[in-house]
C-alpha cells in the first residue's frame, strides 16, 4: 500500500478512535438489543476501517482496492486491536 494510502487509512482509524467518536459508536450500541456493546463497537470500527480503504481506493485512484492494500488495512488493525479494545472499553467504562 502506498504511504499516502496507508497514511490517510490510519488517519481515520485515528479518527474513529477520538473520545468523541467512540461516545457516539456507544450511545448508538445502547439503543439497539445487543449481547456485546464492546463487540458492536469493534464491528463498527472495523466496518469503518474496510469501507475506508474501498472508497480511498474508488474515490482517490479510481479503482478497487488490491488485495495487498485490504491485507495492508487488515494488519494495521490487527495491529492495532489492543488499542482500540482499550478505546472501547474506556468509553464503556469496563
Do not use: H, Q, W
Amino acid at each position: 500500500m502506498e504511504s499516502e494510502f496507508r497514511g490517510r487509512v490510519e488517519k481515520e482509524l485515528d479518527r474513529l478512535l477520538k473520545p468523541e467518536v467512540i461516545d457516539m459508536i456507544v450511545k448508538i450500541s445502547k439503543n439497539l438489543p445487543l449481547k456485546s456493546s464492546e463487540d458492536f463497537c469493534f464491528g463498527y470500527i472495523v466496518g469503518d476501517i474496510i469501507v475506508g480503504t474501498f472508497e480511498e481506493a474508488r474515490v482517490r485512484y479510481g479503482r478497487e482496492p488490491t488485495s495487498e492494500e485490504m491485507n495492508e488495512a487488515l494488519n494495521l488493525i490487527s495491529r492495532r486491536t489492543m488499542e482500540i479494545k482499550g478505546a472501547i472499553k474506556f468509553a464503556t467504562g469496563k
